[in-house]
């Protein structure tokens, strides 16, 4: 918490939406200085003024922090700039930013989805958009459903950067009484688990849309975190931190739980909505729905077999049934378990 002999570290999250006010809160409940930047002025004027951010975080009171439309009041001597918007816009909006981001600012990723058209990662993204080196890039990512964290119930999570000092710096910024960060130096791997979930969350949720019980569920699961190991592997990640809070932990989150938007949007796929009328229906950001098909470009690039994952974007854009998507996973050739096929 603060310490009344050192200034608050000075922090800027882009995205007032459900993650970027709930992370906010969790810096700001550390001490930090916070200052949320939005496209609302509307939100803006209500995390100002009334504490509150009720279109996305129902019923929470948040700390005192300034929310924005102003980016340049935002990004004004941030020493760490948070980036919540959805992957598909972050390029964008980070490219017409560029300027005003100071020179030395730790950049800190949220966002768990893969670019279509690149297949780039998010922290790549952030590199080539706002032309910083990989190491004053940092990852947050674990089992970090933004709802619950709004309520201040305990979790953990990774920060993970290439720099061991700037993933130091971040983990401190964020630590508080019902957030704890470990830091990792495994920048592939915690990105890639944070994005190849939310795809793994699709499949788990149409099983379940679809009727199917425990049994279905924990086997996509498992087989689910082979998928995320096995191309994780390929670009050369660390196999530990497949087990570790942005891997199994998040993936159990995600699959397990009614708050995700992606276990949601795929649930209202089993039951039968179109990918438009689930899209409406589960109404803020559910990257596994766009992710799928760059993760599984990114996974046929590098020869890495994915068969959850292609089956949930023959599921969302050819039409495929889901019982057909169960039936052509199970009548694959048979093969010993693990990692390998
Ligand atoms: N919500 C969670 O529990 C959670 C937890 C961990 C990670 N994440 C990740 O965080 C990222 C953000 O998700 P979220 O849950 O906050 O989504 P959200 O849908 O709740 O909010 C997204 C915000 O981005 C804004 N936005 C959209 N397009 C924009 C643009 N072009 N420029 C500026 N702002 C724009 C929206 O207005 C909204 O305020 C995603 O990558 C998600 O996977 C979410
Ligand atoms: O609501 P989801 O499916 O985007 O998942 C939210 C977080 O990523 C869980 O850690």
């Given at each position: 918490?603060?310490?009344?002999?050192?200034?608050?570290?000075?922090?800027?999250?882009?995205?007032?939406?459900?993650?970027?006010?709930?992370?906010?809160?969790?810096?700001?409940?550390?001490?930090?200085d916070?200052?949320?930047?939005?496209?609302?002025?509307?939100?803006?004027?209500?995390v100002?003024?009334?504490?509150?951010?009720?279109?996305?975080l129902?019923?929470?009171?948040?700390?005192?922090?300034?929310?924005?439309?102003?980016?340049?009041?935002?990004?004004?001597?941030?020493?760490?700039?948070?980036?919540?918007?959805?992957?598909?816009?972050?390029?964008?909006?980070?490219?017409?930013?560029?300027?005003?981001?100071?020179?030395?600012?730790?950049?800190?990723?949220?966002?768990?989805?893969?670019?279509?058209?690149?297949?780039?990662?998010?922290?790549?993204?952030?590199?080539?958009?706002?032309?910083?080196?990989?190491?004053?890039?940092?990852v947050?990512?674990?089992?970090?459903?933004?709802?619950?964290?709004?309520?201040?119930?305990?979790?953990?999570?990774?920060?993970?950067?290439?720099?061991?000092?700037?993933?130091?710096?971040?983990?401190?910024?964020?630590?508080?009484?019902?957030?704890?960060?470990?830091?990792n130096?495994?920048?592939?791997?915690?990105e890639?688990?944070?994005?190849?979930?939310?795809?793994?969350?699709?499949?788990?949720?149409?099983?379940?849309?679809?009727?199917?019980?425990?049994?279905?569920?924990?086997?996509?699961?498992?087989?689910?975190?082979?998928?995320i190991?096995?191309?994780?592997?390929?670009?050369?990640?660390?196999?530990?931190?497949?087990?570790?809070?942005?891997?199994?932990?998040?993936?159990?989150?995600?699959?397990?739980?009614?708050?995700?938007?992606?276990?949601?949007?795929?649930?209202?796929?089993?039951?039968?909505?179109?990918?438009?009328?689930?899209?409406t229906?589960?109404?803020?950001?559910?990257?596994?729905?766009?992710s799928?098909?760059?993760?599984?470009?990114?996974?046929?690039?590098h020869?890495?077999?994915?068969?959850?994952?292609?089956?949930?974007?023959?599921?969302?854009?050819?039409?495929?049934?889901?019982?057909?998507?169960?039936?052509?996973?199970?009548?694959?050739?048979?093969?010993?378990?693990?990692?390998?096929?």
């Amino acid at each position: 918490m603060t310490n009344p002999t050192t200034p608050a570290t000075r922090v800027a999250v882009l995205g007032s939406g459900s993650w970027g006010t709930t992370f906010a809160m969790v810096l700001a409940d550390a001490g930090c200085d916070v200052r949320l930047w939005g496209r609302s002025a509307d939100v803006a004027e209500e995390v100002t003024t009334q504490h509150t951010n009720a279109r996305y975080l129902p019923g929470i009171t948040l700390p005192a922090m300034t929310g924005t439309t102003d980016a340049a009041e935002a990004l004004a001597d941030a020493q760490i700039v948070v980036v919540a918007v959805p992957s598909q816009v972050a390029r964008a909006t980070l490219t017409a930013l560029r300027d005003l981001v100071e020179p030395d600012a730790v950049i800190v990723s949220l966002m768990k989805g893969v670019e279509l058209g690149t297949d780039e990662r998010m922290s790549q993204v952030i590199v080539e958009a706002l032309d910083v080196p990989l190491s004053r890039v940092a990852v947050v990512s674990g089992p970090n459903l933004a709802l619950e964290i709004a309520e201040r119930q305990p979790t953990a999570t990774v920060v993970a950067c290439i720099d061991e000092d700037a993933a130091r710096f971040v983990a401190e910024a964020c630590s508080n009484p019902y957030f704890r960060p470990y830091t990792n130096d495994d920048v592939v791997g915690v990105e890639l688990c944070g994005a190849v979930k939310n795809v793994i969350a699709l499949a788990v949720g149409m099983a379940q849309g679809r009727g199917f019980g425990s049994n279905t569920i924990a086997t996509v699961i498992t087989r689910g975190l082979v998928e995320i190991t096995r191309l994780g592997l390929e670009l050369g990640a660390d196999a530990a931190t497949f087990s570790g809070l942005a891997g199994m932990g998040d993936l159990v989150a995600t699959c397990t739980s009614p708050l995700s938007r992606n276990n949601t949007l795929g649930r209202h796929i089993g039951e039968g909505m179109s990918l438009e009328e689930a899209v409406t229906a589960t109404g803020t950001t559910a990257e596994g729905a766009k992710s799928c098909r760059s993760v599984l470009d990114l996974a046929s690039k590098h020869g890495v077999d994915v068969p959850i994952t292609s089956g949930v974007v023959s599921v969302l854009y050819d039409g495929l049934p889901v019982e057909d998507m169960a039936r052509g996973l199970l009548s694959r050739p048979q093969k010993a378990e693990g990692i390998g096929g």
